[in-house]
T-cell receptor, first 115, second 112 residues
Framework: AQKVTQAQTEISVVEKEDVTLDCVYE???????LFWYKQPPSGELVFLIR??????QNEISGRYSWNFQKSTSSFNFTITASQVVDSAVYFC????????????FGEGTQLTVNP | DAGITQSPRHKVTETGTPVTLRCHQT?????MYWYRQDPGHGLRLIHY???????DKGEVSDGYSVSRSKTEDFLLTLESATSSQTSVYFC???????????FGNGTRLTVT
């Protein structure tokens, strides 16, 4: 099966804590793309990052960082020094070479950052 | 961000009635998608289009049909709405096959 698993349904942290959101994927393809999206309480879906299967470099953008490990089929997302504005649902998604143009999403992780 | 407009934003309808949701994009993107979002299920693909008049089914296509007669418009039709189709529907588009999706703001549909 080719799918995305976000095992953490809900996470609650206190402001300034670091938090990691897990994403595990399954695909038989050697060429694939992984994505993270954020859905704040207002409901829109915001693109955060795309990573292709040939680029295992970790990515850092401000307080956000992503760790891509092909050996464990994981693409985890860490927020450093979390803030209340980080409260949202975060989705990991996968598209692969034989999926045509489809993008498969995980079920999402609800992150709540408390003041 | 791609200019993607969904209409209506909210709709309440009765079981058995037909419903059409509209998605309009101004970025000349080739690929367009309809997803539904339900608690515990994340985003599930209903139908997608890879060009004008070229569409294909997603994982939850039963009870839905789509049409794309112009690059900018992608319509989702529920021929006979059921309560199980109460959901939030998102339209998305992208320029290339593996570029990021850009989403509309969603349509909240309630079937009573």
């Amino acid at each position: 099966a080719q799918k995305v698993t976000q095992a953490q349904t809900e996470i609650s942290v206190v402001e300034k804590e670091d938090v990691t959101l897990d994403c595990v994927y399954e695909t038989r393809d050697t060429t694939y793309y992984l994505f993270w999206y954020k859905q704040p309480p207002s409901g829109e879906l915001v693109f955060l990052i795309r990573r292709n299967s040939f680029d295992e470099q970790n990515e850092i953008s401000g307080r956000y960082s992503w760790n891509f490990q092909k050996s464990t089929s994981s693409f985890n997302f860490t927020i450093t020094a979390s803030q209340v504005v980080d409260s949202a649902v975060y989705f990991c998604a996968l598209s692969y070479e034989t999926s045509g143009s489809r993008l498969t999403f995980g079920e999402g992780t609800q992150l709540t950052v408390n003041p | 961000d791609a200019g993607i407009t969904q209409s209506p934003r909210h709709k309440v309808t009765e079981t058995g009635t037909p419903v059409t949701l509209r998605c309009h994009q101004t970025e000349n993107h080739r690929y367009m998608y309809w997803y539904r979002q339900d608690p515990g299920h994340g985003l599930r693909l209903i139908h997608y289009s890879y060009g004008v008049k070229d569409t294909d089914k997603g994982e939850v296509s039963d009870g839905y049909s789509v049409s794309r007669s112009k690059t900018e418009d992608f319509l989702l039709t529920l021929e006979s709405a059921t309560s199980s189709q109460t959901s939030v529907y998102f339209c998305a588009s992208r320029r290339y096959e593996n570029s990021p999706l850009h989403f509309g703001n969603g349509t909240r549909l309630t079937v009573t």
